[in-house]
């Protein structure tokens, strides 16, 4: 291609900050949100195929960015179009408060993937009139408005304005709420036409329960009912999203060419056949060979993949993860892993709900070297995969937790305040400070390696049976398998830790943020509406509320200001144990009225007067409560036609990646 070419030279760019000493993590800020880097140490020492392979596959990752903006909702590209020509072409004075304004709201647009907040999923309203923007509109290039067919520029500025500025239109991207309609009530682009009731009947009449190896229904596809028939619209070649996939698939074949071994070979190709037919099954054979693929040292995520934007779980957003192995720091979640037949025969659940044997569970640690779709800007810090029940039963799963990430955030995060303004005392500071980096990677490595892939379901219980519960449920199961172990001395005789601080020091933060820090991400009056938000003030208030007559979990003010202190780390362990027990029946039974009941009463509501007072403490700090991130760049160095070497550039301009990713990797119609 003429662009891959024409691409770079052999000199140095101007952005390019590879082995600098001093590197800022920190871009810029806006709104809610900040923006950071993140470096990919280890890159350089990378042989040329490898370089290549990531190179091709990081490419792969940008090419669905149209589809995520689409899913999360139907008129997300023409919003995001039509604000991006305005930036790119209006005449007018950008000096004004106004103009500001209307920058942070498309900074916001890109940040969030579309018009509504990337972790509370409500619409976000701009901070400019209507009548402002149809005058920035009126000042722009009229010929790049995304119009429809036949459609004039009036009628557009109607439905464009009506999008962005009704709140009461499409206000929530995924509603939670049990006693509405979720699939009617939710902004996204997964269903269409059709209600909850409809969609669980029509899921109803094709599976079959009896199945011990069912596909994963709906996961790649939009529900739509057309002249009262209902059917699914296939994300695939030549079907929905064809135009985007049809660019994955030119990446990935590739990839394949450049694969490390025979067996990652035939993962890419698997994943190209799943693409092409769009069928289940094929996912499911991919899924297994991907999961097997242990020894490659480069490894990506590639799909439709992560359900937390249905309501009912089932459909999935596309994400893509392209990493490479930290070879020393996997040496941890290698022992975690060999020995995860022991922590599946020591947990506190019911007997009937655990695994016989564990089978294939594989964990490293990675450096992530691109991140695209559903994990781009804001990215997860641990993975663990696939997610179908019996294919983790039957054929393991693989875990990883993200260093340079939270690598990244660590850097960003010195000399903030935030852990001086909340710690319950200068005790809990320097355990914080001491162990908090181990502690927290470990959590991660426990939760991801060891949690999800723990358990089992009984024969029968559909992995579905918790409908818009099963997530935050999730979640808290494996935080608390997580939470349970790090405290076990088999930490210290595996020699993952050397003493039980660290396990204090995950206690005492996890506790911190569960019943109060995390509320600085949530406005006020709102109630709690993320998974793993929920989750984690479920798990703390509930063990809060059970240990309370011993006064395990201590709450208390002081100059007026509430903090938390963990008093008796023992019998907290036990109440994780518990938990965790109770939970694994809820899952492992499909107990929809228990798991409802326990979400519904510990991880949703919030005083309202606690939470102004972290909201008034946290703006004193003038931070950000949510990070995402700007992607490295791989540039390969072409010399008589061939690549000769891939360099990595660290840009620093946000605007000036969202606009190259908008006219590079922009694929599909403005509807799907």
């Known amino acids: 291609m003429a662009w891959l070419n024409s691409a770079c030279s052999s000199n140095k760019n101007e952005d390019m900050r590879n082995e600098v000493e001093e590197f800022d993590y920190v871009v810029e800020q806006f709104a809610d949100c900040r923006v950071l880097r993140y470096r990919v140490p280890g890159f350089d020492s990378l042989s040329l195929q490898q370089k290549e392979l990531i190179y091709y596959l990081s490419e792969a990752a940008l090419c669905g960015r149209d589809i995520l903006f689409d899913q999360h909702y139907k008129h997300n590209l023409t919003i995001r179009r039509c604000l991006e020509n305005v930036y790119q072409s209006y005449s007018g004075d950008t000096s004004t408060e ?70 009461e239109l499409d206000k929530k991207r995924v509603l939670q709420d049990a006693d509405a309609d979720v699939v009617k009530n939710s902004a996204n682009n997964f269903y269409e036409g059709v209600s909850q009731s409809e969609v669980e009947q029509f899921y109803k009449t094709v599976k079959n329960e009896a199945d011990t190896s069912p596909i994963s229904y709906g996961l790649n596809s939009k529900l739509i009912k057309e002249n009262g028939v209902i059917n699914e619209k296939v994300w695939k070649l030549n079907g929905m999203y064809s135009p985007a996939i049809e660019k994955i698939i030119f990446w990935l074949k590739k990839a394949v060419v450049v694969a490390e071994n025979e067996q990652q070979k035939n993962v890419i190709e698997s994943l190209i056949k799943y693409y092409e037919s769009g069928d289940l099954e094929t996912f499911d054979k991919y899924s297994i060979l991907w999961v097997q693929d242990v020894n490659s040292h480069i490894d990506f995520i590639n799909g439709f993949i992560e359900v937390y934007g249905d309501p009912l779980a089932m459909r999935a957003t596309w994400e893509s993860v392209v990493n490479f192995k930290n070879i020393e720091a996997t040496r941890r979640t290698e022992i975690i892993s060999k020995n995860a037949q022991w922590f599946e025969d020591h947990s506190p659940v019911d007997t009937r709900f655990k695994k016989t044997e564990v089978k294939g569970v594989t964990a490293k640690v990675i450096t992530v070297a691109q991140l695209g779709g559903d994990c781009y800007p804001t990215t997860p810090i641990g993975i663990n995969l696939p997610n179908s029940d019996w294919v983790r039963k039957n054929y393991g799963s693989k875990s990883v937790s993200i260093q340079n990430i939270t690598e990244a955030y660590e850097k960003a995060s010195l000399s903030s305040g935030f852990l001086e303004e909340f710690a319950a005392d200068s005790i809990e500071i320097d355990l914080i400070r001491k162990h908090g980096g181990l502690a927290g990677n470990l959590h991660t490595d426990l939760h991801e390696c060891l949690g999800h892939g723990s358990g089992q379901l009984l024969p029968g219980v559909s992995s579905h049976a918790l409908k818009s519960f099963h997530s935050p449920l999730e979640e808290a199961r494996a935080d608390l398998f997580a939470l349970y172990y790090i405290m076990d001395n088999k930490m210290i005789d595996l020699g993952i830790i050397d003493k039980l601080d660290v396990a204090k020091a995950e206690y005492t933060s996890y506790i911190r943020n569960g019943l109060l820090t995390q509320l600085v991400r949530i406005e006020l009056g709102k109630n709690v509406e993320q998974a793993h938000m929920r989750n984690r003030q479920l798990v703390s208030k509930w063990c809060y509320e059970k240990g309370k007559a011993e006064n395990v979990i201590e709450v208390f003010k002081r100059e007026n200001k509430t903090f938390v202190k963990v008093n008796d780390f023992e019998k907290l362990r036990i109440l994780f144990g518990q938990l965790l027990a109770e939970v694994q029946r809820i899952k492992s039974e499909g107990d929809y009225n228990a798991g409802k009941a326990l ?61 190259k990713y908008s006219e590079k990797y922009s694929f599909l119609p403005n509807y799907n």
């Open 599 to 659: 979400v519904e009463k510990y991880g949703i509501e919030i005083d309202y007067d606690l939470h102004s007072e972290i909201l008034t403490r946290y703006k004193a700090l003038n931070l950000a409560p949510y990070n995402g991130f700007i992607n490295p760049e791989f540039v390969p160095v072409i010399e008589n036609g061939k690549i000769k070497d891939i360099q990595v550039i660290y840009p620093n301009d946000y605007i000036k990646q969202m606009i």
């Open 98 to 167: 106004e103009y500001k304004n209307f920058l942070i709201y498309l900074k916001r647009v890109w940040f969030s993937n579309g018009i509504h907040h990337h972790y509370s999923t409500e619409k976000f309203m701009p901070g400019f009139s209507k009548d402002y923007l149809l005058l920035l509109i009126d000042h722009s290039d009229l010929k790049k408005l995304p119009l429809l067919k036949n459609e004039s520029i009036d009628s557009f500025k109607l439905r464009i304005t009506e999008y962005i500025f009704n709140p």
